[in-house]
């Protein structure tokens, strides 16, 4: 999936995404008051609405049967970025869960394909959607299958290519920028010719201009696929192209797989007649490889993990969308975390759970933007202020859009909206830790 929601602004934001993962089995709209007394089907429940902190504790005291215990495990170490972990338990249970709980096969194996991906198994992971779409297909709605029909197709493309692996630095220092779209910036060097590309947590993989890919002397796939342009639905041509090794910092990534767009598809309009190109986006698969990192100013600060924080919260990550736990209201809510977005926005989903901060508010336009100015409007409540926890920080947003409505967007639309740099702007520094999985906040 290219493209996350964006409003557009002056510092207008585009983000890039591969394949929004359709995690849930049910794709009718959770109810996220329901109540049970059944163990098993509770936690069903908090796993279809990706409330892991809880699930996590009830887990703990859960009288389960074993392969009920590993499949539990199993999800909520996928979640939680334990990766092997997740592939040895869903492995164990998958073949008998097939006939007797199609659903949680579907999750599992949903699970398995993102964690596939993420250790270079491209070819196991390629398997693991085709067997989705040849035997749960009816698992799934219409909008999911087309997600999973395009991750497929797009990771065709990478089916033969070696494993990513980092060697050399772990600790470094670089410089970073704002540039004319207000991203933020870091410098990397393919084959000699050195570019900035944009920081974005929110890109579940990495993207670059055709013109770049051709400029560093990448090999572009002659296959091509296709993948949704944000939230407007529409979808974008892709081609592949593997990065033999990416320098940053210090530090070399082996073995890049990166999605290649055509150059308008990457041109923003920042001013009237006035665009900008973007040359590539730094996903998440690069940056969770590279363990911690801390941006502090103008300078991106990379170390294996983090240090334990009061003024933290937990990550965790639906294939290769990183989830914030933030405390709002005394609930525990889980938000996408997204350095590429100026300023996010909440969900239908947090609308459905506090209606009562809506009552004296009315709707109004809100817009979406998706590849090559791609454009879709839809209405939204805008809170005047909300405060956010994370352990001992604090923050408060103001005028934060609340959809009136889902986007087609998994896991966005099931989680409580997408944080971006209007959060992250409140602090002196921040750090992404997928190493640990904790974000923490200095003071502001």
């Given amino acids: ?109 949903r699970a398995l394909a993102g964690d596939y991906f993420k250790v270079g198994r491209y070819a196991n992971s390629c398997d693991a959607y085709s067997d989705l779409l040849s035997h749960f297909a009816n698992e799934f709605g219409a909008a999911q299958l087309q997600t999973i029909r395009d991750n497929l197709h797009t990771f065709e493309l990478f089916r033969s290519v070696a494993p990513q692996t980092v060697s050399g630095d772990r600790r470094f220092t670089v410089p970073m920028r704002m540039d004319a779209t207000g991203d933020l910036d870091i410098p990397v060097e393919v084959h000699g010719v050195k570019q900035w590309w944009i920081l974005d947590t929110g ?6 201009a055709m013109s770049s890919a051709k400029q560093m002397g990448l090999t572009i796939s002659k296959q091509g696929a296709q993948t949704q342009s944000g939230a407007t639905g529409s979808e ?21 797989v990166t999605l290649v767009m055509d150059d308008k598809s ?25 363990g911690s990192f801390t941006l502090d100013g103008d300078k991106w ?46 969900s239908e989903t947090y609308l459905r759970r506090f209606p009562e901060q809506f009552t004296s ?20 409540y805008y809170l005047p202020k909300i405060e956010l926890r994370f352990g001992t920080a604090r923050a408060t947003l103001t005028n934060v859009p609340v959809l009136s409505s889902e986007l ?3 896991p966005l639309d099931q989680v409580y909206g997408n944080l971006g740099q209007s959060l992250l702007r409140q602090f002196g520094s921040f750090t992404i830790d997928f190493s640990r999985m904790q974000f923490s906040v200095s003071e502001k």
């Fill in 408 to 410: 087609g967007v998994d």
């Fill in 1 to 109: 999936m290219f493209g996350r929601t964006t409003v557009l602004t002056p510092a207008l934001v585009l983000t890039i995404v591969l394949g929004v993962f359709a995690q849930s089995y049910n794709p009718q709209k959770p109810d996220i008051s329901q109540k049970t007394n059944n163990a098993t089907i509770s936690l069903d429940d908090l796993v279809q609405r990706k409330d892991y902190p809880q699930l996590e504790r009830q887990l703990h005291d859960a009288k389960l049967s074993s392969d009920e215990q590993a499949y539990f495990e199993g999800i909520l170490a996928d979640r939680s970025n334990q990766i092997l972990r997740a592939i040895s338990l869903l492995e164990q249970i998958l073949p008998d869960m097939r006939a007797k709980r199609p659903h949680r096969a579907a999750l599992a194996l």
């Fill in 266 to 290: 990457l041109d923003v309009p920042v001013k009237e007649n006035e665009h900008y190109q973007i040359q590539g986006v730094l996903g998440y698969p690069v940056l969770a490889a590279l």
């Fill in 301 to 346: 600060v990379i170390a294996p993990e983090s240090g334990p924080s009061q003024r933290s919260s937990r990550l965790y990550v639906e294939e290769l969308t990183p989830l914030l736990e933030a405390t709002v209201a005394d609930s525990e809510l889980l938000f996408g975390l997204d350095t590429g977005s100026s300023s996010g926005n909440f």
């Fill in 203 to 208: 890109a579940n993989e990495s993207v670059i």
């Fill in 361 to 380: 508010l009315k709707p109004q336009k809100y817009a979406t933007a998706g590849a090559g100015g791609d454009v879709r409007f839809l209405m939204a």
């Fill in 236 to 256: 974008a041509p892709i081609k592949g192209a593997v990065i033999p090794e990416l320098l940053v910092g210090g530090a070399t990534v082996h073995n890049v």
